[in-house]
């Protein structure tokens, strides 16, 4: 039997400003780096392309669905490098309801059509009396989990605050995900509280590799944002990590690790529930 090969994976952080055309150019600069290091999927952080000064900002610019400058960048440079991309997410107008969009994140193919799209399912809002969040101003939930295959990988979509919630992650797992996508901007408080035990708790109960690419540093908007983006490994191990700044992190899905792990530990075959 031939021995599964193993796929070279990259998560991008950023530092994402208030300037979407200076963000492209920066998403397009790391994704070049991911594909001459041999990546064959690259993962985008959340809001790459924009991490604005107000909430409403980024309902300026929304994109219809399936057309766009900020869509159209996503699939050229899939189209350009020949790998997967996993793109963040942005903002996708919802028709009738100019006061809100979708944060979502679209998967393009190697040959630029985009493959799956989701919207975020959970919104976050936190209030600790210095720091104030509430997503549901300006957003829409979506409603359904979204797993696709990305060649050899079947991979499923998640999102930041997505992070929280099992149950999205076990309605991934039927049939289960050689990988799982987190793209995030993280807070520092909640980052450094539970960002990797959370990453690596997911991967555990799943048994399956996590990519999750961060905005990570102090934006010119006045944000800061955790960072710390990291690919885990089916038995929790962090194998790539960079704390803050821009840059890109690889390594190796290695299905036959995958394989080994579910073997020696069926937890997937042993729910009950």
């Not at 035990?197 to 010119?220: S, T």
């Not at 840059?247 to 009950?272: C, F, K, M, T, Y």
Request: proline share 7%; with cysteine.
């Amino acid at each position: 039997m031939n021995t599964p090969q193993p796929v070279k994976i990259a998560a991008v952080q950023m530092v994402s400003t208030p300037d979407v055309e200076r963000n492209l150019a920066a998403a397009a600069a790391r994704i070049a780096e991911a594909a001459a290091a041999g990546a064959s999927l690259v993962a985008l952080p959340e809001y790459f392309c924009l991490v604005a000064r107000r909430d409403d900002d980024k309902l300026a610019i929304a994109e219809a669905p399936g057309d766009g400058p900020i869509q159209r960048f996503l699939a050229d440079a899939a189209r350009r490098h020949g790998v997967w991309i996993v793109g963040g997410t942005l903002p996708l107008a919802i028709d009738g309801d100019p006061s809100h969009a979708f944060n979502s994140c679209g998967v393009y193919a190697p040959d630029g059509s985009l493959a799956a799209r989701y919207d975020k399912m959970h919104l976050f809002r936190y209030d600790n009396g210095r720091d104030r969040f509430d997503e549901a101003r300006a957003l829409r939930p979506g409603d359904a989990p979204v797993a696709l295959q990305c060649g050899a990988l079947r991979v499923g979509l998640s999102v930041c605050y997505d992070l929280r919630f099992p149950e999205l992650y076990r309605a991934l797992m039927s049939p289960p995900c050689d990988l799982v996508c987190v793209p995030s901007a993280f807070t520092p408080t909640t980052g450094a509280a539970h960002w990797e035990v959370l990453l690596r708790a997911r991967a555990i109960e799943n048994q399956c590799y996590v990519i999750a690419p961060a905005q990570g540093g102090v934006h010119e908007s006045g944000r800061r944002t955790h960072g710390h983006t990291m690919i885990v490994d089916p038995w929790g191990v962090v194998l790539a990590e960079r704390a803050e700044g821009e840059g890109v992190v690889l390594a190796d899905v290695d299905r036959a690790r995958l394989q080994s792990v579910r073997q020696q530990l069926p937890a997937l075959e042993h729910r009950r529930l």
